[in-house]
């Protein structure tokens, strides 16, 4: 079975700061891995994604995250907060093959940015 | 062009009634989730769409969960005699479905939030 976990209820960073929003998973062969941001009273929004190739994957607004295989890892980064990444972030992870594809979110992270 | 979308966005009931949440998916998009978000948690999937089909439902926790995509378009999910621990929020999502199932980006509507009193 394929999990995600995300050990961090809440992140707090002041703006300007860098931020990593940590992310590890469970899964048979190789992974594909998303991350989504949700702010109050919406649906997620798709952030980037990673399917193969360049460890380091580039998303929307400086977002970036970093595929750690040896480490089951994919962080969430950016290099400086705004208050306006403040929302609730969540990492899911799929297989690639078998099955009908069907992802598994943990449980988010709370991202505070202060001023 | 036009995003998912979830009517009612807010759905007050009884327990006991019967309640129907409608998801209209990105026009083209051939497969449609159903997921469902208490508070606190990330989304539990329910149910899994190809066209009109239902290629997964291995979600959806009882037989007092149903859902249709007639058309291979609008799906409409169905609760009946609603149980107080019904109450979450209602996320629907539709992905192309022609690049490869897995790496398909989900796109999700704004949910459907239920209060069974």
């Known amino acids: 079975a394929q999990s995600v976990a995300q050990p961090e209820d809440q992140v707090n960073v002041a703006e300007g700061n860098p931020l990593t929003v940590k992310c590890t998973y469970s899964?048979?062969?190789?992974?594909?891995l998303f991350w989504y941001v949700q702010y109050p009273n919406r649906g997620l929004q798709f952030l980037l994604k990673y399917i193969t190739g360049d460890n380091l994957v580039k998303g929307s607004y400086g977002f970036e995250a970093e595929f750690n295989k040896s480490q089951t890892s994919f962080h969430l980064k950016k290099p400086s907060a705004l208050v306006s990444d403040s929302a609730l972030y969540f990492c899911a992870v799929r297989a690639p093959s078998g099955g009908s594809y069907i992802p598994t979110f943990g449980r988010g992270t709370s991202l505070i940015v202060h001023p | 062009g036009a995003g998912v979308s979830q009517t009612p966005s807010n759905k007050v009931t009884e327990k006991g009634k019967y309640v129907e949440l409608r998801c209209d998916p990105i026009?083209?998009?051939?497969?449609l989730y159903w997921y469902r978000q208490s508070l606190g948690q990330g989304p539990e999937f329910l149910i899994y769409f190809q066209g009109t089909g239902a290629a997964d439902d291995s979600g959806l926790p009882n037989d007092r969960f149903f859902a249709v995509r007639p058309e291979g378009s609008v799906s409409t999910l169905k609760i009946q005699r609603t149980e107080r621990g019904d109450s979450a929020v209602y996320l629907c999502a539709s992905s192309p479905g022609t690049s490869g199932r897995a790496i398909d980006t989900q796109y999700f509507g704004p949910g459907t939030r239920l209060t069974v009193l």
């Open positions: 026009s083209g998009h051939t497969a």
């Open positions: 899964v048979s062969g190789n992974p594909y």
